[in-house]
């Protein structure tokens, strides 16, 4: 069972440090277990949900950016998502809540291995809404308030008339997205306005599934993990992190993740270990026996940090992509920033439009000891700074040729300001 937060911060939730109340996700991390180091495959919605349930960078499924209703993108049947993974095991799967993959007929969730849909095709800021049932709609403009009670409702529904077969099911939460949406029960609960309310609506939401799955008898052979797509927008915290919602940053990137498997993940237990929700699509093959995916992932089986066989594990270099330009690298304990935009996101765009400009230096950062990236260090490890360079170089050649063309664009840049003396200027806010 896979829970997905909109926008929340690393730092709202109560085991990581937050002040609202979030009891069951707290819950959530005594009887399971917490990771510190979780990194989403984007700062925005549809390509960190792309990456998420295919284990591949979404640049390499084609989704950049974020899409919006009636666009003539979205998720290619050609991807395995994790459903599709799971149906040759006989499971029943179920997606409820937002998709936001494509709202074209062809890019369904039905279209994705998914037996049963109910939710939105997009994010709550987008207008209309239409509540949907597989392909048809119930509502033409549903009432975001709304939306946690009825996922809830059906998510317990759907467990409690759930049969023999083994299932899987996808609860994309829509908050605490802005326009933020509470119920009535909720409304001024929380004591920190709508955004903590929604937070502790959804909270509540958690505790309902989970007591779901106690009363059908199967809480004991369910895995249930929760996490967000993306780093906090105008609202919520980053905790301690820097950046928000749409940037390379931490805060924009590294999301709260919790992981409950009674007897198989030891309860209270924390990792450290650098996880990626990519990690997902092989780490459930792995402990499901089930095939591997059509196109090559770029996610790890990440099981041995789950029960604390390992504290960390080999990988590649982790990328971070804004669009189809990749900002950042993170290998071990170092993250090294290359480029940035010109214009920060949510603003609007300079006259000259907004692109990727490089470093110069480049900006290397030892995340173990400064997870807030505040001390800048790449004069001291050239080496570190070299070996970064080399691994994100060897993959570029693996991936579309627009983030080729992005990556040499803004290497070109970089060369030209070296030949002119010029430095980069970011447009401050």
């Known amino acids: 069972m896979l829970l997905l937060a909109d926008d929340l911060g690393y730092g709202d939730v109560g085991s990581y440090g937050s002040r609202l109340p979030t009891p069951n996700l707290d819950r959530m991390a005594g009887e399971g277990v917490r990771f510190t180091q979780c990194y989403s495959a984007s700062g925005l919605c549809s390509p960190s949900r792309a990456a998420l349930l295919t ?28 459903a599709r993974l799971l149906k040759p095991l006989n499971y029943d799967t179920t997606c409820i809540g937002k998709w936001h993959l494509g709202s074209a007929p062809q890019y369904a969730p039905a279209n994705h291995g998914f037996d049963r849909f109910f ?19 119930l509502e033409t403009n549903t009432s975001n308030a709304m939306l946690t009670q009825r996922y809830t409702q059906r998510a317990v529904e759907t467990i409690a008339n759930s049969g023999d077969r083994p299932f899987f099911m996808y609860v994309g939460y829509n908050t605490p997205h802005i326009p933020v949406g509470v119920s009535a029960p909720f409304r001024g609960k929380s004591g920190r306005g709508p955004y903590g ?27 249930v993990i929760f996490t967000s797509d993306n780093g906090p927008w105008y609202q919520g915290s980053p905790g301690r992190l820097r ?16 992981a409950r498997f009674p007897g198989r993940i030891p309860g209270g237990s924390v990792s450290n270990g650098v996880l990626s929700l990519m990690d997902l699509v092989p780490t459930i093959a792995g402990l499901t026996g089930a095939g591997s995916t059509a196109n090559p992932v770029d996610g790890i089986d990440a099981w041995p940090l789950f029960t604390g066989e390992k504290s960390s594990l080999d990988r590649n270099a982790l990328l971070f992509f804004d669009s189809w330009d990749i900002q950042c690298a993170r290998l071990g304990q170092w993250k090294l920033h290359f480029a940035r935009d010109n214009s920060p996101p949510w603003i609007e765009d300079p006259a000259s439009g907004r692109y990727n400009l490089p470093l110069d230096p480049m900006e290397l950062y030892d995340i173990e000891s400064d997870p807030d990236e505040s001390y800048e260090c790449s004069a001291q490890n050239p080496g570190v700074v070299a070996g970064i360079l080399a691994q994100v170089q060897s993959q570029i050649s693996t991936f579309p040729i627009q983030v080729q063309t992005a990556w040499n664009d803004t290497r070109t840049r970089k060369a030209a300001c070296a030949a002119t003396g010029a430095r980069p200027v970011l447009r401050k806010p």
Not at 250 to 256: L, S, Y
């Open 119 to 137: 939710g939105v095709p997009y994010s709550n800021d987008m207008t209309p809404l239409p509540l949907m049932e597989g392909a048809a709609v």
């Open 55 to 82: 284990g591949r960078y979404p640049t390499r499924v084609g989704i950049h950016t974020v899409l919006f209703p009636g666009g003539d993108n979205g998720l290619s049947p050609s991807e395995t998502s994790m």
């Open 197 to 223: 309310d929604a937070v502790m609506e959804m909270d509540w939401s958690v505790g309902q599934i989970l007591d779901a799955l106690a009363a059908r008898g199967v809480e004991n052979n369910t895995l």
């Open 243 to 258: 950046g928000r919602k749409g940037e390379t940053y931490e805060g924009g990137m590294r999301e709260p993740f919790l």
